[in-house]
T-cell receptor, first 113, second 110 residues
């Protein structure tokens, strides 16, 4: 079975802190994605990556950056956390090419105080 | 621009009933459609994936259909159980990205 693992289930950070959310997949998938999920807004794509060291902006990249130094790991970085970044963050991976099944991690509930 | 709608937003039914969740999309040029389940505070579990060339997929008590020409998919759950209570999301794979519906929150009453 494909496994996508996010480093933390729950995280509480202070405003202005630099925050790292880590995601690791074990199936050699080329594509990796970061979403955030908010009540009433659904899932929104922040960034995605098609390959090592490649990144593409999604719908809401402002305030975020990403890093993909190894194929299996995709990190989401909040450069200076703000309260409006309190949310559920979901990582996903899939094989390359169109029409591939996406697999998700268990989510990280981030609270910025 | 692709838009995905799920109806109803919430559904509450007694245990044992068969039920149908609906997902509609505006652009029929899709690669596939995927149904997910999400338990409160947790990540997404993939239930079924239907490729654009397929009409339906089945897994246990779940059956998903796809009518690309009319822009519709349904998720049929047979003999519902309290453990089926969750939010069900559909996502359309369009232009290499997933476009999401808002979900249907399902409650199965014992």
């Amino acid at each position: 079975d494909v496994k996508v693992t996010q480093s933390s289930r729950y995280l509480v950070k202070r405003t202005g802190e630099k925050v790292f959310l880590e995601c690791v997949q074990d199936m050699d998938h080329e594509n990796m994605f970061w979403y955030r999920q908010d009540p009433g807004l659904g899932l929104r794509l922040i960034y995605f990556s098609y390959d090592v060291k490649m990144k593409e902006k999604g719908d809401i990249p402002e305030g975020y950056s990403v890093s993909r130094e190894k194929k299996e790991r995709f990190s989401l970085i909040l450069e200076s956390a703000s309260t409006n970044q309190t949310s559920m963050y979901l990582c996903a991976s899939s094989r390359s090419g169109a029409g591939r099944e996406a697999f998700f991690g268990q989510g990280t509930r981030l609270t910025v105080v | 621009k692709q838009e995905v709608t799920q109806i109803p937003a919430a559904l509450s039914v007694p245990e044992g009933e068969n039920l149908v969740l609906n997902c509609s999309f505006t652009d029929s040029a899709i690669y596939n459609l995927q149904w997910f389940r999400q338990d409160p505070g947790k990540g997404l579990t993939s239930l079924l994936l239907i490729q654009s060339s397929q009409r339906e997929q089945t897994s246990g008590r779940l059956n998903a259909s796809l009518d690309k020409s009319s822009g519709r998919s349904t998720l049929y759950i047979a003999a519902s159980q309290p453990g089926d209570s969750a939010t069900y999301l559909c996502a359309v794979n369009s232009n290499y990205q997933l476009i999401w519906g808002a979900g249907t929150k399902l409650i199965i009453k014992p």
